[in-house]
């Protein structure tokens, strides 16, 4: 055994209450975590009298876990249904506030301002979660994206481009399959994971199986493989499956496995389709009053155009999926499940509680309550290829931590009960994150709401 670390003035000591460290199902007593610029130092007996170190006494109800990792992590809102725009300055906040601590917008409306938002985070000038940069969407979800002119060699040159200008990760949707293979290819060499928005290869679109040949890292929605012909879309495969059919269940376990054989992440996103569809009253509850982060202006212009009528694909397809996933599960497939939550708001709900959904639903699916907390974890940490710092909480790890009252091994939900929130060793209350932020999303007047119009201001 090395010589024990001793505290330091300036270290940060977590004493008491359960730990939960992202690598068993089980928790156990937290014997003790020092923090020391950003990172854990050890997790074991730590003797912090008379050390100066700042020490933290927590109850027993306190709940220790990693921090949650969002890897479709939109910071778009459509305040007006005029067209998405993003906005860095409340979302950031409300992330961290529910213990995501990393997150992947999963494709940027506009890279400028979504720029801009990092660096005010990275500078400190407003709280928030790691962002890592996903840069513009790769194919016709981009505006004035042309086909056409995208061949491979254009491909290969902007994607360059974005890589030496700090994306960490690239986001397919509405490519093609020469298309995609580039876009593999640039962003494999430099080090950067591709996850891709697919279909089933109708009308010239990648099915993920075909993807996954290419070396893809994520699938997001659908699974793909023989599940999914090429003579229909992929959402009317999905929600007309009949998962007593013998042959449907044998192709979709076939692709399971594919995924499992070939190190590719599966990104479901269950609850991002509910949003639209009838919204199941114990996944859509509220435990904030989300709308109350809205301006009185904005909160007025999107109570107008509330409820939303639910569309009837979507409810299938909802239920669908949950049911999917659990097969996805069954089939091995566990520890390739990563955790994306898709919502693009329109302010009735905000992409940064969503993760709690998220993770309400896996389990209402049959996934035990610690594997659920894996996807949104370690599972996810590996899917984007930074687990060697982050996902579980080990000495050598950045201190990316989330303390929660209650027990999500045993209520999932307890996951919402955030008491304590660090991000790279800094301690957060949740409640003063949620106070600084209530009445500050969005225009404060008619005179300010041309800019989260994103089709005039955007000019799509």
Same mark, same amino acid.
Not at 2 to 24: F, R
Not at 63 to 86: S, T
Not at 148 to 154: E, G, H, L, N, R
């Given at each position: ?31 003790? +975590?020092? +923090? ?7 997790v074991g007996r730590v003797d912090a009298a008379g050390s ?7 109850? $027993?109800?306190? /709940? ?66 790691? +962002? ?7 194919g016709s979800a981009r505006r004035g994206w042309s086909h ?7 491909i290969r040159k902007e994607a360059t481009y974005w890589a ?52 893809? $890292? ?36 076939? %692709? ?25 009253? %114990? ?9 109350? /982060? ?67 639903? /896996? ?48 209520? +999932? ?48």
């Open positions: 055994m090395g010589a024990q670390i001793v505290p330091q003035e300036g270290d940060l000591v977590l004493l008491g209450g359960v730990l939960w460290d992202g690598a068993s199902d089980a928790s156990r007593p937290n014997p003790g +975590i020092l +923090i020391r610029n950003g990172t854990i130092l050890t100066g170190a700042d020490v933290m006494s927590l109850g $027993d109800d306190a /709940f220790i876990m990693p921090g949650l990792f969002d890897l479709h992590a939109h910071y778009a809102v459509d305040l007006f249904a005029e067209g998405r725009v993003d906005e860095y300055t409340v979302n950031p906040v409300l992330f961290l506030a529910n213990g995501v601590t990393s997150t992947f917008p999963a494709g940027e409306v506009d890279p400028d301002e979504a720029r801009t938002g990092r660096m005010r985070v990275a500078s400190g000038e407003i709280p928030g979660p790691r +962002i890592y940069s996903s840069g513009p969407y790769w056409a002119a995208m061949t491979p060699d254009s030496l200008n700090g994306v960490r990760g690239f986001k397919a949707k509405g490519i093609r399959p020469e298309q995609l293979e580039v876009l593999v290819e640039v962003g494999h060499e430099h080090g950067i994971t591709v996850t891709g928005h697919l279909d089933s290869g109708v009308r010239n679109s990648v099915n993920p199986r075909d993807a996954i040949l290419m070396g893809i $890292d994520r699938i997001e929605h659908f699974m793909g493989g023989d599940a999914f012909p090429s003579t229909q879309s992929a959402y009317a495969s999905l929600e007309a499956f009949d998962l007593d059919d013998a042959t449907t269940l044998a192709r979709l376990e076939a %692709q399971t496995s594919f995924f499992v054989q070939q190190g590719a992440y599966f990104d479901a996103t269950l609850t991002a389709y509910g949003y639209y569809a009838g919204k199941e009253p %114990q996944v859509y509850d509220y435990w904030q009053d989300e709308r109350g /982060f809205l301006t009185p202006y904005a909160r007025a212009q999107v109570e107008a155009r509330l409820p939303r009528d639910p569309l009837e694909q979507f409810e299938r397809i909802y239920h669908m999926k949950r049911r999917t996933i659990k097969l996805f599960f069954d089939a091995g497939g566990g520890d390739n499940i990563s955790l994306g939550t898709d919502h693009p708001s329109w302010g009735e709900w905000w992409s940064g509680f969503g993760v709690h959904r998220e993770l309400h639903a /896996f389990v209402l699916a049959g996934i035990p309550n610690a594997s659920a907390l894996r996807f949104g974890t370690i599972n996810s940490a590996r899917a984007f290829g930074v687990d060697a710092r982050l996902g579980t909480v080990e000495a050598g790890k950045y201190a990316d931590l989330l303390i929660v009252r209650g027990d999500p091994l045993t209520t +999932i939900t307890d996951t919402r009960n955030a008491i304590h929130v660090i991000r790279s060793g800094r301690l957060y209350d949740p409640d003063a994150l949620f106070d600084s932020v209530l009445g500050k999303m969005g225009p404060k007047n008619e005179a300010e709401a041309d800019w989260w119009k994103g089709n005039l201001r955007l000019g799509r």
